[in-house]
């Protein structure tokens, strides 16, 4: 049951990342090749990677993803995206209003280590370190362990963050379902209206039921 409470959090060191520079390619773009501001990067088949010092990994095809040298740090994330748009801050705004947001949409892919996180759209603020992931949310841990949701919340912090509408699926077979989840920085999670199942999930027949 505790490594059910985890999973929820898989995503959330991705959010370590937030003061480092952006390295970021649409697909069949060089990861190297800035975005302008307000436009997006056309679509094909590239993988960027980001290491622990924010510095870009040679890009590969999305079908052979580049492999981590050995002794690499655990903080590298691969990421792939059909659109990468880069909106940079608004010197007229100024103050607090000034923002910095990278938006990738369409088959994102975040992968870092053992761990990956799909979805439709992935938010950054790397003003603020917020990453939001929306739509048809998969993320899935080292362990095989499914967690199945349609938004995703982090904050600066790397070990704090919220999901709502969550439906996990463990490699046993078992179910963990919540309205609402929440980690705070000790690493402790909270669910609102959860049920939880340790057998799995099955149709009038016997199969076994897909998440819904």
């Known amino acids: 049951?505790?490594?059910?409470?985890?999973?929820?959090?898989?995503?959330?060191?991705?959010?370590?990342?937030?003061?480092?520079?952006?390295?970021?390619?649409?697909r069949g773009t060089s990861a190297t090749s800035p975005?302008?501001?307000?436009?997006?990067?056309?679509?094909?088949a590239t993988v960027s990677v980001l290491d622990a010092e924010g510095k870009p990994e040679p890009t590969t095809s999305a079908e052979s993803p580049p492999k981590a040298a050995a002794g690499a740090d655990k903080e590298q994330i691969r990421f792939e995206a059909d659109a990468v748009q880069y909106q940079s801050p608004d010197a007229a705004l100024g103050g607090a209003q000034a923002s910095e947001t990278v938006t990738a949409t369409g088959n994102v892919v975040l992968r870092r280590d053992d761990q990956t996180v799909r979805a439709d759209a992935v938010t950054w603020d790397?003003?603020?370190?917020?990453?939001?992931?929306?739509?048809?949310?998969?993320l899935v841990d080292p362990s095989g362990n499914v967690l199945y949701t349609e938004r995703v919340e982090l904050t600066d912090a790397p070990k704090t963050g919220a999901i709502d509408n969550l439906l996990l699926v463990l490699r046993e077979g078992g179910r963990l379902a919540a309205a609402h989840g929440v980690r705070d920085a000790v690493g402790v999670v909270q669910h609102d209206k959860a049920a939880y199942s340790g057998r799995p999930v099955g149709d009038s027949d016997g199969c076994p039921r897909k998440p819904s």
């Open 1 to 26: 049951m505790a490594a059910a409470l985890a999973l929820g959090a898989s995503l959330l060191p991705l959010a370590a990342a937030h003061a480092q520079p952006l390295t970021v390619g649409a």
């Open 126 to 138: 790397r003003k603020t370190g917020q990453i939001v992931a929306t739509g048809n949310i998969r």
């Open 35 to 44: 975005a302008r501001p307000g436009q997006s990067k056309p679509p094909a």
